[in-house]
C-alpha cells in the first residue's frame, strides 16, 4: 500500500506542520512580556547616558523612551556664589530683613511671588468659578485655615500672616527662604505665623527639646534652587504631619529608591520636584485645584508651552509612550484613550514605607482623662490613634487607590454652601465614560466626620489653634471654638452644631513605579478587579455576557452529548455485529 | 477495497493548520472573554491576535487556491440525498447501511457537508472576522468614522460566532470518524488518500 512516493510525501507534510509549528513560536515568542527582555535592556543608571529620543509621529513631537538616560548631577548649579556678596554678610534679625537683602538684585522676584499661589492661597476654578486655594476651601483634616492663620501659615511663602489684616501687597514679607534654603537648618515653626524661631525655643512643645535660633546668615549665605527637602517641608507633611495628607507625598521621596519612584531614585534619574513642575516667574506648574486630567497633543517640545501644563507624564512621554510595536506594547498605547498612565503605573500609594491618614473623626476629640488631662492612643503600627485635640485617625500604607472618571475638572463643597444630609463630598471628581476629556484616575479618598452648622446648613469653621480662650487645643469647648471660627470666617454661629461624615479625593499621580512593578493587565480584566466599580465602558474580561455564555456553552454540552450518544450507540451496535 | 487520492497536499496543510489554528482561538479567546484563566489575561490576548493574522495569512492563500483549482465548487449547496444523509446518520449508520453518497474527486464532500462548509463559509466567518477585525481595530474606530458602533455589541456578536464554531467543532470532530471505519475520514485528510468500501 504504501509507496516510496507517498513516504516522500508524508515526510513533506511532517516538515511542512514543524516549520509552521516553529515559526508560530517563534512570532508569539516576540510578544513575550518586556520583563523578560529586562537583562537585554540596558537599564536606567547604567554605563550609557545618552538620552534615547524616539520620534513620536509625524506632529513632530519627542517622546522620551521610558528606557530614560541618568542626569548627570550638577557639581556647581549656580553661577553665583552668594557667600561672597557683602549684602548678605549681615546679621540678619528676621526673616524680612533677608528677603529685603534678595530683593536687592533679584528685584522683580517678590511681584513674582505675590502673582502665585504659594502666596495668594486663592484659586479662581476658570470653568466651576469658584474661588478656591487654601484660603478659601474646608477640608477634613484640620478643615479650614480661617481663624487658624498662626499656625497654618507655617506653610504658607510669607512671613506674619495671623489674621485678616495681614498686608499681602508686601514685598518684605515674602519669604524667600522656605523654597530655597539648602543648609536644611530653616523651619517655620506653627503658631509664629510663618515665622522661624528667632530665639532658641523649645519644641516641640512640652518636649524638653530646644531648637537653636535660626541661623539667617548661614542660610542666605547659602541660597539656592528649590529641592526636594524644600517642596517637601510643606509638601510632604501636609495635614500636620509626615505622610499625612496626599498618600502619594511623604518624606520617603527625599531619597527614594527606584522601587518607590522611578524618576526621584537617588541612584538613578535623580529628579526633583521641580523637573517635572517646571516654574515659570515663580509659578509652579501643576496643581491639584486644575489638574490636567487627559492630554492628547503629545509631548512637549521644550520652549514650546502653548499654554500646555508640562507637569504631566505626556509632556516628556507623548501619548504613545510604550516603546515597539509588538501585539501588547500597540494594545497598552491605545489603553491612553480611557485610562490616565497613573492608573496603571501607581498601583498603590503611600509606597514608601509610611503610612499615610485615610480617616479622621473629630466628632470623639475632646475626650480627657480622669486628671482632666490630654489622651494620646497608639493602634499597634506606632501611629496615633487618638488624639484629644483632634480625635480618632486610621492610616494605612501600600493602599490600593479607587478609581474614577476624571476630566480635570473638581467641584468644593464651600463654606457656606447650604448642604442638608449626613454626607458630604468635600469635593467631587467630575467626568464620565461619554466625555472624551475624561481619564480613568487613582484617587485617595479620605473620609472624615466633622462639625456641621445645623443652623446655617453648612460645613462649619472652627479655632483649632491659638493662646486663647477658645481654641479647641486646649480648651477642648466645641462651642467657643466653632463661634469663633465661624465669626473669623463671616457668619454667626447658630448655637447648634452635628457632627457629619465627609469624603474627599485626592489625585495620586507620584511614587511612579518601575514598569515592572506596573499593573498587570489581569489585575483589571477580570471579574472584580481593581476597575470594577467603573461605569460606561466594556471591558474583556470583566464584563462577560452570562444569558449569551449559558446558551452557548449548554449548546456546546449538548452537542457534545449527542455526538458521545451517537458514538455509544454506534460502538455498541458494531461490538453486536 | 477502492483508493481515491481527494484530498491535495496544499489543501491538507491548509485543513491542519487552519484547525491548530482555530483551536488555539478557541482556547486563548474564551480566556480573553473571561470563561477561564490559563495563559493569563495579557498572553492570551497577544496569542489570540497572533494567532488571528496567522490565519489571515492563510485564508489568503486558501483564497486563491479554491479560486484557481475552481475547488470552491465543492461548497455549491445541494438539497440532493440531503434526507437520505439525515436518515443515514439516525439509522442507518447503525446498522451498517449502505451510506447513501458516493464520493468522487469532484464532489469530496456529501450534501450535508457542503451544507455544514457554507453555513461555516458563510454566516460564521463572516461574522468572527468582521467583528474580530473591529475589535482588534477598537482605537481606529474615530478615524474609520464608525465610532457609533458599540465596543459590548461587536464583543457579543464576536463571542456568538466563537459558541458557532465551538458547535461545529463538536460536531465535525464527530463526525470525522464516521467513515467506514472510525479513523477513515482521519487518515484521508492526513494521507490524501480516502478509502471506500
Known amino acids: 500500500m504504501n509507496t516510496p512516493r507517498m513516504k516522500v510525501r508524508h515526510a513533506l507534510i511532517l516538515i511542512g506542520c514543524l516549520l509552521v509549528t516553529t515559526s508560530a513560536s517563534a512570532i508569539v515568542a516576540d510578544a513575550q512580556p518586556k520583563a523578560d527582555g529586562a537583562a537585554i535592556t540596558a537599564q536606567p543608571g547604567s554605563a550609557t547616558t545618552t538620552p534615547v529620543v524616539t520620534l513620536a509621529n509625524e506632529k513632530t513631537t519627542v517622546a522620551v523612551s521610558s528606557e530614560a538616560y541618568t542626569k548627570p548631577k550638577a557639581k556647581k548649579p549656580s553661577t553665583a556664589d552668594h557667600s561672597k556678596f557683602s549684602e548678605l554678610d549681615k546679621d540678619f534679625k528676621t526673616g524680612p530683613e533677608v528677603t529685603k537683602a534678595c530683593l536687592e538684585c533679584h528685584t522683580e522676584a517678590a511681584k513674582q511671588v505675590h502673582n502665585t499661589k504659594h502666596w495668594t492661597w486663592e484659586y479662581l476654578n476658570p470653568v466651576t468659578k469658584q474661588k478656591l486655594g487654601k484660603k478659601s476651601i474646608i477640608n477634613n483634616f484640620c478643615t479650614a485655615v480661617t481663624s487658624n492663620q498662626t499656625f497654618c501659615s507655617a506653610c504658607h511663602v510669607g512671613y506674619g500672616w495671623s489674621d485678616d489684616s495681614f498686608d499681602f501687597t508686601s514685598e518684605a514679607n515674602v519669604d524667600c527662604i522656605a523654597c530655597h534654603d539648602t543648609t536644611g537648618s530653616y523651619k517655620k515653626i506653627p503658631g509664629l505665623s510663618g515665622h522661624p524661631n528667632y530665639e532658641k525655643m ?66 538613578g534619574l535623580n529628579f526633583t520636584c521641580g523637573d517635572c513642575h517646571v516654574s515659570d516667574s515663580h509659578e509652579v506648574s501643576g496643581s491639584r485645584y486644575a489638574p490636567t486630567a487627559t492630554d492628547d497633543e503629545g509631548a512637549l517640545i521644550r520652549g514650546k508651552r502653548n499654554g500646555r501644563n508640562p507637569t504631566t507624564c505626556v509632556a516628556c512621554h507623548g501619548n504613545t509612550p510604550h516603546p515597539g510595536n509588538t501585539t501588547i506594547t500597540a494594545k497598552l498605547n491605545a489603553h491612553t484613550d480611557k485610562l490616565a498612565c497613573q492608573t496603571c503605573h501607581i498601583p498603590e500609594f503611600a509606597r514608601g514605607a509610611l503610612a499615610t491618614k485615610m480617616s479622621w473623626d473629630w466628632s470623639t476629640a475632646g475626650k480627657l482623662d480622669e486628671k482632666g488631662q490630654r489622651i494620646i492612643e497608639k493602634a499597634s503600627n506606632g501611629r496615633v490613634s487618638y488624639d484629644s485635640k483632634k480625635g480618632h485617625f486610621t492610616y494605612d500604607r501600600y493602599v490600593i487607590p479607587e478609581y474614577v472618571w476624571f476630566n480635570g475638572n473638581v467641584k468644593y463643597t464651600l463654606f457656606g454652601e447650604k448642604v442638608e444630609g449626613d454626607k458630604v463630598n468635600i469635593n467631587t471628581f467630575l467626568g464620565s465614560a461619554d466625555d472624551p476629556d475624561s481619564r480613568i484616575w487613582p484617587v485617595k479618598v479620605f473620609r472624615g466626620k466633622q462639625p456641621y452648622d445645623v443652623g446655617n446648613e453648612t460645613l462649619a469653621v472652627f479655632h483649632t489653634a491659638g493662646k486663647d480662650d477658645s481654641a479647641f487645643w486646649g480648651n477642648y469647648d466645641w462651642d467657643k471654638a466653632l463661634e469663633w471660627g465661624m465669626r473669623e470666617a463671616g457668619m454667626k454661629y447658630s448655637g447648634e452644631k452635628k457632627f457629619v461624615e465627609t469624603e474627599m479625593s485626592w489625585p495620586i499621580t507620584h511614587m511612579v513605579a518601575p514598569k515592572e512593578d506596573a499593573m498587570r493587565c489581569e489585575q483589571c480584566h477580570t471579574e472584580n478587579g481593581r476597575l470594577q466599580a467603573i461605569d460606561g465602558i466594556y471591558m474583556p474580561g470583566r464584563n462577560n455576557t452570562p444569558l449569551v455564555d449559558k446558551i452557548g456553552f449548554t449548546l456546546a454540552l449538548l452537542a457534545l452529548l449527542g455526538v458521545l450518544i451517537h458514538g455509544g450507540i454506534r460502538y455498541l451496535m458494531s461490538k453486536r455485529g | 477495497m477502492e483508493r481515491m487520492y481527494i484530498f491535495k497536499r496544499f489543501e491538507r496543510f491548509w485543513h491542519w493548520s487552519q484547525a491548530a489554528l482555530i483551536m488555539f482561538l478557541m482556547l486563548t479567546g474564551f480566556e480573553v472573554h473571561g470563561s477561564y484563566t490559563f495563559f493569563g489575561f495579557q498572553q492570551a490576548v497577544a496569542y489570540h491576535t497572533i494567532a488571528a493574522w496567522t490565519l489571515v495569512g492563510l485564508w489568503v492563500f486558501a483564497v486563491f487556491w479554491h479560486l484557481t483549482t475552481g475547488e470552491w465548487k465543492q461548497y455549491i449547496p445541494t438539497m440532493d440525498k440531503v434526507v437520505a444523509m439525515f436518515r443515514y446518520y439516525l439509522t442507518g449508520i447503525f446498522t451498517n447501511a449502505p451510506h447513501p453518497f458516493k464520493q468522487t474527486r469532484l464532489k469530496k464532500h456529501n450534501p450535508l457537508q457542503r451544507l455544514a462548509y457554507l453555513f461555516v463559509l458563510l454566516v460564521i466567518n463572516p461574522l468572527i472576522w468582521t467583528t474580530g477585525w473591529f475589535y482588534l481595530f477598537y482605537n481606529s474606530w474615530k478615524d474609520w468614522g464608525v465610532d457609533w458602533l458599540n465596543i459590548e455589541y461587536v464583543a457579543l456578536f464576536h463571542v456568538i460566532a466563537a459558541f458557532m464554531m465551538l458547535i461545529f467543532f463538536i460536531a465535525h470532530v464527530y463526525l470525522a470518524t464516521a467513515g467506514h471505519t472510525p479513523t477513515a475520514h482521519i487518515k484521508a485528510m492526513i494521507t490524501g488518500w480516502e478509502e471506500t468500501d
Not at chain 1, 207 to 231: H, M, P, Y
Not at chain 1, 240 to 248: I, R, S
Not at chain 1, 250 to 256: Q, R, V, Y
Open chain 1, 202 to 267: 523649645e519644641w516641640p512643645p512640652h518636649s524638653g527639646k530646644f531648637r537653636e535660633a535660626v541661623d539667617l546668615k548661614k542660610i542666605a549665605q547659602n541660597i539656592g534652587k528649590t529641592s526636594r527637602q524644600t517642596c517637601g517641608a510643606c509638601h510632604f507633611y501636609g495635614g500636620g504631619g509626615n505622610a499625612v495628607k496626599h498618600g502619594d507625598l511623604d518624606s520617603s521621596l527625599t531619597n527614594p529608591k527606584r522601587y518607590l519612584d522611578v524618576h526621584m531614585e537617588s541612584d
